[in-house]
Structures are given as C-alpha cells and as structure tokens.
C-alpha cells in the first residue's frame, strides 16, 4: 500500500521513477508495451536501429544533462547537426544560409521574401491565435508560405489556420527571420550570447539510439529494487473521497488490482479521462473525447550504398510526395547500423489510424517509400535491399482550436484528485521535449516527497529551455512572476531597426530607379535634369540606364541607413519613457501599476 505507481515507462515516467526511489519512496512502472522508452525507443530490425523520429539530447537542466552523462558515459557521443528542406526540387541548408537560399529560390523570390517580411514587421497581425498568424508575424507571409505552410500541413493534416499558436511558441520560440539570417551571416547559431535551439549545430546522442539509454535506465531501477513490468496496462483507475486508491492492471498472467498512495499518469489525457471509476461528468468525458492525436509511421529502408547524403535529417516540403521527413540513422551514430557498407533510412508519414497510408501492407509502404525517395533523387531505388514498417499510436497531442477549452476543463476536475499526477508529453497533452517530460517526471516525484511543485509549469516559460545564454541556472523550470522593468519592458513596442531600415530602403531604391527609367524613357536628349543634381548625393549616379542601378543601390543605403536611424532615436525615447515610469512605480510600493482600478 505504500508504493507510487508510475503508469508508463517512456522518458517522464522513468524519470519519476528514478528520483522517487532516490528519495526513499518504494514504486512501481506499469508500461503496456513490450519496451521502454515511449516514443524515445529504439527500434532493432535484422541488426538495423531506428528511432521514432530523431531524438537529439539537448538540455537547459544541468540536472537532466547530469542523469544522461552519468547513465551513459562514454556512450554519449557528440554528433554534428546538419538538415535540409527540400522544396521545389531543391535542397536549402536549414538554418537557412543566404547565398545557398538565393541560388535556390532566384533574386525575384528573394525580394518577394524580404519585401514581405517588411511589412510583418510594420504592419503585424493584431493577434496570435494562431500558428499561421504566429509564424507570419515573425518570418513573413511568403517565408511562411515556402518553408512553414506544405509541411506543417503535412505533420498535422489540418489548415495552418487551424492550429494553436501555442505549439509554434513552444517549438520555434526566440526564431525570426533576423536571427536566422544573422546567424548566417555570423556563424555557429550564436547572436549575443545566445544559442537559439533551430540553429545548434550539434547535439548529444547514444551510441546505440535513445532506447539504449532507457534500457539502462529501466536496469538501473530493476537492481535498486524498483519494477517496471512491461505487458502490464493500467485499464482502471478507482477513486473516491477525492483520492485515486487502487489501479486495475491487466498482465499477460491476468487482471490485479494494485493499490498505492500516490499515482503519477503518462498515459495519453484521452485514455485517462475514460480509464476513471466512477465516471467523470459527462462534460469532463466529451472535453476529453474532443482531444485529437497525430499518429505515425516510418518505413525503414536498408539500402546498399555506404554514404547516401551528410544529412541527419531532411524535411521533406515538397507536396507532390507524402513522405514528411527523412532520417539517415547512419549519420545519427555509425553503430546504428551493422554493416558499414550499407544505410537505414527512416521515411516519416505523418498519419490518423485507420487512414488508407496506416492501414496499407507492409510491402506497398516499402514499395511506396522507394518510389518517392527516388524520385527526390536520394537513392537508387534498385539499390534498396530491405525495409521493414513500424507504426506509432498518438505520437503527436493536436494543438487544435478545441484542445485548449477541453484541456482546461479536464485539469479543473482533476485537480479534485489529490494524489494524481499528469506527467510527459501525452499525459499533459503538450508538445514536449524529451527533457521537457523528464522534468515533469522529476517535479512530480518530488511532490509524492512532500514540495509544492506545478508539473504544468514546465515549458511555458518564457526563456524557453532550449536557448541557453551565459549565468543561466539550468534547474528544473517553476512558474515565476514577472519583473515590474519585465513588464513595462513588454507594454511598450519597439521598432525593427532591421525591418524599417529595409523597408525605407527597399522604397527609396525602387523608387528612384522607376523615376530615373521614367527620365530616360520620356526625355532621351534632355534626361531629368532635376534628377541628376542627385549625383551630388550618390556618387556616379548619372540619368542612364546604368545610372538607375547605381542610384537604386545608392538610394537603398541611404534609405537603410535613415530607417535605421529614425527607429533607434524612437526606441531610446521609449526607454526613457519607461526608465521615468519606472522610477515613479518605485516610489509607490504598495500600489501594484498594473492593478485595475474600479468602484
């Protein structure tokens, strides 16, 4: 009766496994698969070793970076990062490099970008509900078009405009087009200080794949005397008087009922709502029924060449295929696959259980995946020897208009359960990252021990835990309030030095070269004689032909220079602004500046 159990043994339940038994709290892991690990396994096929997706180790915790590098010693290795988007039948380095973006795309669609970008900037959508109106505001509508819209639409099977914005904060945050051509420019993903997560170019990876980690882990647990029976599903959870008591837990030998204290749940929301005895009221259930999940599937590919291309992963933007992303696991770790004259590839399908990709045979999967890759022009596709399929229930929680209400719902009953713990990626219903879900894992633990811990705070943070700059603590991340400076620094807008420098600039240089055409054209023997005091101006602008290059590229400096100018001596006014505001809030200390004064 004094066990915890742990209901799931992927990354977070794992985790809080690992720590309760650190704190002296005797628990149990129910997992109903035959492995460990989630969808952090690995996967063996004829000596072959894949993923369920790539899964780089990259930590802001000290804590969690302390756990891998202690359970894997010199079995973590550290790996080179390089990925690519492939679009229009033709790869782009991601990062996004801008020569190799320029060759690529042409001069033309460069324009439309930036031009576009521009007026993001200027003229941002008023509110961020969404993932389009999210990406657009900071990359531009056409970069959103190009690079955001066919792959998104790919992963979730559902408009842009119908996903929350809130998944496009917790996976592409601190990311704007200025920091990816910076970073370009500069090199190594760095921009004062700070490393923004999309631009690391390299990252920690086990030898053997991610399940080599958490079968250790699950090793480690056995010998301190900790089960994790694997085949055991949880089926019910009984409550009452405010409290979870028992679990009904279904074996191979037969159904048990096991009771405990506490109970910590990794089991996806929807299921867990439905697994309740007694029933939750009818509108917890339906809020819960309104949760959807992405699943998935990959189809390895074993084919008979030694290198196929550097890339650890390709995303696949293209919409004439249906493939969404392409693992090379060779390039991942060189032991991931047997024979060192071969390569494993991984192609990625983003699919809902019971569609016609999940329920086709093995063998037109294989065949379909041959085709496409193919016809990308990665492999020969009489080179490929062997393949085989592995298909992955709920692998993505859908950030779609509805999760946010019913998800919300469901934690206020459920907050009625003391002594019940939602943790990891499905159990909270949230896009997280492996680290993510073991910090849940560790917080939660530490609650069966007796702290105050919000499971829920991890990841919503606004120093997201994968951009690291220099002094950064790296614990566990807890809710905090802000800074009355952080506040007033987030009421008043800056202005885009960058973005009003190339507007004004964009302006200036295409309206002076039309106005210099325009001379040419209309007064051939007399060109512009006002127009060509400018060259008092711009050095070598004459009214010519070539004289209206020259002086677009002159006019767009100047332009630049001026926008740039104007939007710093704005900012410094708003900063002195705030710095009196400031000083006067400080000189009120019982009176909160942002309380809402009423009758």
């Known amino acids: 009766m004094s066990r915890v159990v742990v209901i799931g043994g992927g990354p977070a339940g794992l985790t809080a496994a ?4 650190e704190l002296g709290h005797p628990a149990v892991v129910f997992e109903k698969d035959g492995q460990v690990g989630g969808i952090a396994r690995t996967v063996t096929y004829r000596g072959y070793r894949f993923d369920i997706g790539g899964h780089r180790f990259f930590t802001k915790s000290r804590e969690i970076q302390r756990l891998w590098e202690e359970i894997m010693g010199d079995d973590f290795l550290v790996r080179p990062r390089l990925s690519r988007i492939y679009y229009r039948d033709t790869f782009f380095h991601y990062p996004l490099r801008p020569l190799n973006a320029l060759a690529g795309l042409g001069p033309v669609e460069a324009v439309r970008i930036l031009a576009s970008y521009c007026h993001a900037r200027l003229f941002p959508e008023v509110e961020e509900r969404t993932f389009e109106q999210w990406v657009v505001n900071r990359f531009g509508r056409r970069l959103f078009e190009i690079f955001f819209q066919t792959y998104t639409e790919k992963v979730w099977g559902i408009p842009c405009s119908e996903i929350e914005a809130d998944w496009a904060a917790q996976r592409i945050k601190n990311l704007d087009l200025k ?7 500069l090199g190594k993903g ?6 923004v997560t999309t631009l690391i170019d390299r990252f920690h990876y086990p030898r053997l794949g991610p399940g080599m980690l958490w079968e250790r882990w699950r090793e480690r647990l056995e010998a301190r005397g900790t089960p994790v029976e694997l085949g055991a599903e949880v089926e019910r959870l009984h409550h009452e008087d405010s409290r979870v008591v028992a679990a009904t837990v279904r074996r191979k030998s037969g159904v048990d009922r096991v009771e405990a204290r506490h109970f910590i749940s990794t089991m996806p929301v929807r299921t867990l709502v439905r697994s309740l005895d007694p029933a939750p009221p009818p509108s917890v259930v339906v809020a819960a029924d309104r949760l959807r999940y992405r699943d998935f599937l990959t189809v390895v590919l074993i084919v008979e060449e030694a290198e196929l291309f550097p890339d650890n992963w390709i995303y696949i933007h293209s919409p004439e295929v249906r493939v969404g992303r392409i693992q090379n696991f060779k390039n991942w770790s060189p032991d991931m696959v047997p024979d060192p004259g071969t390569t494993s590839l991984g192609l990625e399908y983003f699919v809902q259980a019971g569609d016609d990709l999940w329920s086709r045979e093995d063998a037109d999967l294989i065949d379909l995946a041959s085709r496409e890759v193919a016809r990308l022009g990665l492999v020969d596709r009489r080179r490929v020897r062997d393949g085989t399929v592995l298909r992955m229930h709920k692998a993505y929680p859908v950030y779609d208009s509805e999760y946010r209400a019913s998800l919300s719902t469901i934690r206020e009953w459920l907050a009625g359960l003391e002594n019940l713990q939602l943790i990891g990626r499905n159990g909270q219903h949230r896009y997280n990252n492996q680290d993510h879900s073991m910090l849940t894992g560790l917080l939660a633990a530490r609650n069966v021990a007796g702290a105050n811990h919000d499971v829920w705070a991890v990841n919503v943070e606004d120093a997201y835990h994968e951009v690291v700059s220099p002094g950064d603590r790296l614990v566990p991340s807890e809710a905090r309030e802000e800074t009355l400076e952080e506040l007033l620094a987030s009421a008043f807008a800056r202005y ?10 964009i302006v200036a240089a295409v309206g002076l070269f039309l106005m210099t055409v325009l001379a040419v054209l209309h007064e051939p023997g007399d060109p512009g004689r006002a127009l060509s005091l400018l060259g008092q101006v711009l050095l070598g602008y004459q009214v010519s032909w070539g004289g209206a290059l020259v002086g677009a590229l002159g006019a767009g400096g100047v332009g630049f220079a001026l926008g740039w100018v104007v939007a710093r001596a704005i900012n410094l006014l ?10 006067e809030f400080e000189s009120m200390p019982t009176l909160d500046p942002l309380e809402t004064v009423g009758p």
């Not at 690992?18 to 038994?21: C, M």
């Not at 920091?179 to 420019?185: E, S």
């Not at 885009?496 to 600039?505: E, F, M, P, R, T």
């Open 574 to 583: 708003i900063r002195w602004e705030e710095i009196l505001l400031y000083r």
């Open 18 to 21: 690992h720590e309760l038994t």
């Open 179 to 185: 920091v990816a051509v910076k970073n370009a420019l």
């Open 190 to 195: 760095r921009q004062s200080g700070e490393v």
């Open 496 to 505: 885009d030095a960058l973005a009003l420098g190339a507007a004004v600039g």
